[in-house]
């Protein structure tokens, strides 16, 4: 009776641990200190991206921002953002290797313009002075190519 407790038990948390892992989306760090993270996301044109992010990082010494970078420094927007129209610090995506940077902030979604992997960073070009990450949760919903023939 013991024994088929502990099986039933043992049997619960399993499924528990499995289930949960499932449940729990993957979060991509993205690193203060690296110009682009490819992530394992391609995109089509049509797809629906939505990031979340949360983090802090220091893109200059003493200063901290969250993914939707540093307000009201325009200079540094001017001399060290890649784009210079979003707060520096902020978390950028692109799609494909040479693809035009966007802003992606704190929350995102949009729908895609072209085909490619997804990269993210930060808008800054002078990444030797940062630290810390930002955490990035991905979601693509593909457009639908399928037609029906019913």
């Keep these: 009776m013991i024994k088929s407790k502990l099986s039933s038990i043992t049997a619960i948390i399993i499924t528990v641990l499995i289930c949960s892992s499932f449940l729990i989306p993957e979060q991509i760090p993205i690193s203060g200190k690296i110009p682009w993270t490819k992530t394992k996301y391609t995109i089509g044109i049509g797809d629906k991206i939505e990031l979340i ?3 802090d990082i220091s893109p200059i010494a003493n200063v901290k ?13 001017t001399n060290f953002g890649i784009i210079k129209t979003s707060n520096f610090g902020c978390l950028i995506g692109k799609i494909g ?3 035009s940077p966007f802003y992606v902030g ?6 895609s313009e072209s085909n490619g992997d997804l ?3 930060i808008n800054d070009t002078d990444l030797k002075d940062n630290s810390g990450e930002f955490l990035t949760i991905v979601t693509i919903s593909p457009i ?5 023939t019913e």
């Design 65 to 77: 921002c969250n993914p939707d970078g540093v307000p009201n420094k325009a200079d540094l927007q």
């Design 106 to 111: 704190t929350n995102l979604t949009i729908t």
């Design 53 to 55: 992010t949360m983090g």
């Design 144 to 148: 639908n190519t399928t037609q029906s």
């Design 97 to 99: 290797e040479n693809g």
């Design 119 to 121: 990269y993210l960073g």
